[in-house]
Protein backbone atom coordinates (compact mmCIF):
# COMPACT_ATOMS: atom_id res chain seq x y z
CA UNK A 1 0.00 0.00 0.00
CA UNK A 2 1.10 3.68 -0.51
CA UNK A 3 0.77 5.45 1.95
CA UNK A 4 0.16 8.98 1.91
CA UNK A 5 2.63 12.02 3.12
CA UNK A 6 0.92 13.62 5.83
CA UNK A 7 2.04 17.18 7.42
CA UNK A 8 0.36 18.00 10.05
CA UNK A 9 0.40 22.28 11.71
CA UNK A 10 0.51 22.78 15.12
CA UNK A 11 0.41 25.50 17.89
CA UNK A 12 0.59 23.75 21.54
CA UNK A 13 0.24 20.14 23.20
CA UNK A 14 -0.26 18.19 20.18
CA UNK A 15 -2.93 15.97 21.38
CA UNK A 16 -4.13 14.97 18.61
CA UNK A 17 -1.15 15.30 16.66
CA UNK A 18 -0.04 12.09 19.09
CA UNK A 19 -3.40 10.29 18.24
CA UNK A 20 -2.62 10.95 14.11
CA UNK A 21 1.29 9.74 15.50
CA UNK A 22 -0.25 5.95 17.41
CA UNK A 23 -2.22 5.76 14.00
CA UNK A 24 0.37 5.72 11.35
CA UNK A 25 1.79 2.84 13.34
CA UNK A 26 -0.53 0.45 11.77
CA UNK A 27 1.03 -1.16 8.99
CA UNK A 28 -2.62 -1.04 7.14
CA UNK A 29 -3.10 2.67 7.91
CA UNK A 30 -3.11 4.55 4.73
CA UNK A 31 -0.86 7.97 5.91
CA UNK A 32 2.10 8.21 7.28
CA UNK A 33 3.26 11.92 9.17
CA UNK A 34 6.28 12.96 7.10
CA UNK A 35 6.57 16.77 8.61
CA UNK A 36 5.20 18.19 11.97
CA UNK A 37 5.19 22.55 11.72
CA UNK A 38 4.70 24.52 14.52
CA UNK A 39 4.67 28.04 14.49
CA UNK A 40 4.81 28.49 18.24
CA UNK A 41 9.12 27.40 19.32
CA UNK A 42 7.66 26.30 22.21
CA UNK A 43 5.20 24.05 21.57
CA UNK A 44 4.90 20.66 23.64
CA UNK A 45 3.59 18.70 20.31
CA UNK A 46 7.20 19.20 18.89
CA UNK A 47 8.63 17.32 21.52
CA UNK A 48 5.89 14.37 21.05
CA UNK A 49 7.06 14.23 17.41
CA UNK A 50 10.73 14.52 18.35
CA UNK A 51 10.15 11.76 20.66
CA UNK A 52 8.42 9.58 18.10
CA UNK A 53 11.19 10.46 15.55
CA UNK A 54 8.81 12.22 13.23
CA UNK A 55 10.63 15.49 11.43
CA UNK A 56 9.56 18.27 12.78
CA UNK A 57 10.57 22.04 12.78
CA UNK A 58 9.27 25.92 14.03
CA UNK A 59 8.67 28.16 11.85
CA UNK A 60 7.78 31.04 13.63
CA UNK A 61 4.63 33.67 12.57
CA UNK A 62 6.62 36.61 14.37
CA UNK A 63 9.76 36.22 11.77
CA UNK A 64 7.39 37.00 8.94
CA UNK A 65 6.23 40.65 8.02
CA UNK A 66 2.82 39.50 6.58
CA UNK A 67 0.62 36.73 6.62
CA UNK A 68 1.46 35.47 3.16
CA UNK A 69 5.14 35.56 3.76
CA UNK A 70 4.48 33.20 6.61
CA UNK A 71 2.35 31.07 4.75
CA UNK A 72 5.09 30.76 2.15
CA UNK A 73 8.01 29.54 3.80
CA UNK A 74 5.28 26.99 5.15
CA UNK A 75 4.61 26.18 1.73
CA UNK A 76 8.37 25.84 0.37
CA UNK A 77 8.88 23.53 3.72
CA UNK A 78 5.70 21.03 2.98
CA UNK A 79 6.66 20.33 -0.73
CA UNK A 80 10.49 19.89 -0.09
CA UNK A 81 8.83 17.11 2.50
CA UNK A 82 6.58 15.92 -0.17
CA UNK A 83 3.92 16.65 1.98
CA UNK A 84 0.43 15.16 -0.26
CA UNK A 85 -2.26 15.94 2.84
CA UNK A 86 -2.09 18.61 6.00
CA UNK A 87 -4.00 18.00 9.14
CA UNK A 88 -4.27 20.81 10.78
CA UNK A 89 -4.15 19.81 14.78
CA UNK A 90 -5.03 22.71 16.95
CA UNK A 91 -3.01 25.41 14.79
CA UNK A 92 -3.78 29.04 15.60
CA UNK A 93 -3.31 30.63 13.06
CA UNK A 94 -5.72 31.87 10.15
CA UNK A 95 -4.83 31.23 6.54
CA UNK A 96 -3.81 33.47 3.51
CA UNK A 97 -6.76 32.60 1.21
CA UNK A 98 -3.58 31.99 -1.33
CA UNK A 99 -2.46 29.32 1.27
CA UNK A 100 -6.28 27.62 1.36
CA UNK A 101 -6.72 27.85 -2.22
CA UNK A 102 -3.26 25.60 -2.68
CA UNK A 103 -4.25 23.18 -0.39
CA UNK A 104 -8.07 23.21 -1.31
CA UNK A 105 -9.45 19.34 -0.74
CA UNK A 106 -6.28 18.25 0.69
CA UNK A 107 -6.61 20.15 3.81
CA UNK A 108 -7.80 19.08 7.31
CA UNK A 109 -8.76 20.62 10.21
CA UNK A 110 -10.42 19.33 13.65
CA UNK A 111 -12.61 21.66 15.37
CA UNK A 112 -14.57 20.82 19.01
CA UNK A 113 -18.06 21.56 18.36
CA UNK A 114 -20.54 20.23 16.19
CA UNK A 115 -20.37 22.18 13.18
CA UNK A 116 -21.75 24.62 11.70
CA UNK A 117 -22.57 25.30 15.28
CA UNK A 118 -19.91 27.18 17.78
CA UNK A 119 -17.42 28.11 15.09
CA UNK A 120 -14.31 30.00 16.62
CA UNK A 121 -12.96 29.89 20.23
CA UNK A 122 -13.87 29.42 23.83
CA UNK A 123 -16.46 26.46 22.41
CA UNK A 124 -17.32 24.93 25.45
CA UNK A 125 -18.19 28.09 27.56
CA UNK A 126 -20.27 29.07 24.97
CA UNK A 127 -21.87 25.18 24.54
CA UNK A 128 -22.52 25.13 28.60
CA UNK A 129 -24.01 28.91 28.40
CA UNK A 130 -26.23 27.92 25.68
CA UNK A 131 -27.50 24.81 27.56
CA UNK A 132 -26.85 22.83 24.57
CA UNK A 133 -27.27 18.56 25.24
CA UNK A 134 -25.16 17.07 22.64
CA UNK A 135 -22.01 18.73 21.68
CA UNK A 136 -18.96 17.03 19.72
CA UNK A 137 -16.23 17.46 17.56
CA UNK A 138 -16.18 17.66 14.01
CA UNK A 139 -13.01 17.03 11.11
CA UNK A 140 -13.88 19.19 7.99
CA UNK A 141 -11.74 20.08 4.80
CA UNK A 142 -10.43 23.61 5.58
CA UNK A 143 -11.84 26.64 3.66
CA UNK A 144 -11.35 30.29 3.48
CA UNK A 145 -13.74 31.15 6.70
CA UNK A 146 -12.60 29.48 9.55
CA UNK A 147 -14.25 26.57 10.67
CA UNK A 148 -16.15 26.16 7.58
CA UNK A 149 -15.64 23.49 5.17
CA UNK A 150 -16.86 20.01 3.88
CA UNK A 151 -17.76 17.87 6.86
CA UNK A 152 -15.62 14.24 6.76
CA UNK A 153 -16.95 13.06 10.31
CA UNK A 154 -18.05 14.24 13.56
CA UNK A 155 -18.58 12.98 17.31
CA UNK A 156 -21.24 13.60 19.29
CA UNK A 157 -20.72 14.04 23.20
CA UNK A 158 -22.75 14.27 25.72
CA UNK A 159 -23.22 17.48 28.01
CA UNK A 160 -24.04 16.00 31.47
CA UNK A 161 -25.14 18.08 34.40
CA UNK A 162 -22.37 19.23 36.36
CA UNK A 163 -19.75 19.91 33.57
CA UNK A 164 -17.73 22.56 33.72
CA UNK A 165 -15.66 23.82 30.32
CA UNK A 166 -12.83 21.89 31.44
CA UNK A 167 -14.54 18.50 32.07
CA UNK A 168 -16.59 19.28 28.60
CA UNK A 169 -13.14 19.87 26.69
CA UNK A 170 -11.86 16.92 27.92
CA UNK A 171 -14.62 14.58 26.93
CA UNK A 172 -15.10 16.02 23.81
CA UNK A 173 -11.02 15.48 23.40
CA UNK A 174 -10.94 11.79 24.06
CA UNK A 175 -13.50 11.80 21.14
CA UNK A 176 -11.33 13.97 18.82
CA UNK A 177 -8.91 11.32 19.63
CA UNK A 178 -10.87 8.72 18.20
CA UNK A 179 -12.07 10.89 15.25
CA UNK A 180 -9.27 12.40 13.94
CA UNK A 181 -7.60 9.22 12.79
CA UNK A 182 -10.52 7.57 11.66
CA UNK A 183 -11.38 10.94 9.45
CA UNK A 184 -7.88 10.89 8.31
CA UNK A 185 -8.44 7.32 7.24
CA UNK A 186 -11.27 7.72 5.04
CA UNK A 187 -9.58 10.63 3.09
CA UNK A 188 -6.07 9.44 2.60
CA UNK A 189 -7.34 5.95 1.56
CA UNK A 190 -9.88 7.73 -0.86
CA UNK A 191 -12.83 6.44 0.52
CA UNK A 192 -14.17 9.67 0.40
CA UNK A 193 -14.00 12.96 -1.61
CA UNK A 194 -15.08 16.38 -2.11
CA UNK A 195 -18.07 16.90 -4.75
CA UNK A 196 -20.25 20.12 -4.69
CA UNK A 197 -19.07 21.02 -1.34
CA UNK A 198 -20.02 18.12 0.37
CA UNK A 199 -17.96 14.81 1.34
CA UNK A 200 -19.67 11.93 -0.81
CA UNK A 201 -17.89 8.48 -1.21
CA UNK A 202 -17.86 5.81 1.57
CA UNK A 203 -18.74 6.95 4.77
CA UNK A 204 -17.17 4.50 7.03
CA UNK A 205 -14.38 1.59 7.08
CA UNK A 206 -14.91 -1.54 8.04
CA UNK A 207 -15.92 -2.35 11.39
CA UNK A 208 -15.66 1.74 12.16
CA UNK A 209 -18.63 3.93 12.67
CA UNK A 210 -18.73 7.23 10.68
CA UNK A 211 -19.73 8.91 13.96
CA UNK A 212 -19.95 8.08 17.69
CA UNK A 213 -23.35 8.74 19.58
CA UNK A 214 -23.07 9.89 23.56
CA UNK A 215 -24.31 6.20 24.03
CA UNK A 216 -21.31 5.09 22.77
CA UNK A 217 -19.41 7.53 24.68
CA UNK A 218 -20.09 6.66 27.76
CA UNK A 219 -19.73 2.82 27.57
CA UNK A 220 -16.19 3.66 27.25
C1 LIG B 1 -8.33 20.71 20.03
O1 LIG B 1 -9.42 20.84 20.90
C2 LIG B 1 -8.74 21.01 18.62
O2 LIG B 1 -10.04 20.63 18.32
C3 LIG B 1 -8.64 22.51 18.57
O3 LIG B 1 -7.50 22.83 19.34
C4 LIG B 1 -7.29 21.79 20.29
C5 LIG B 1 -5.89 21.28 20.07
O4 LIG B 1 -5.47 20.38 21.07
N1 LIG B 1 -8.57 22.98 17.20
P1 LIG B 1 -4.12 19.57 20.87
O5 LIG B 1 -3.01 20.59 20.62
O6 LIG B 1 -4.30 18.65 19.70
O7 LIG B 1 -3.91 18.83 22.15
Redo the contacts with the bound molecule.
Keep these: MTKKRVGVL ?1 S ?6 QALIEACKAPDYPARIVLVISNVPSAQ ?1 LLRAEASLVPALTINHQDFASREEFDAALDLALDEAGVELLCN ?2 FMRLHSNGFVERWRDRHLN ?3 SLLPAFKGLHVHTRVLAEGVKITG ?1 TVHFVRPEMDTGPIVAQAAVSVLPGDTPDSLAARV ?1 NA ?1 HRLYPLALRLVASGAVRVDAELVVGMTQPAGQPPLFSPQLDEAL
Design positions: IGRGSNLGAGIHPTLE
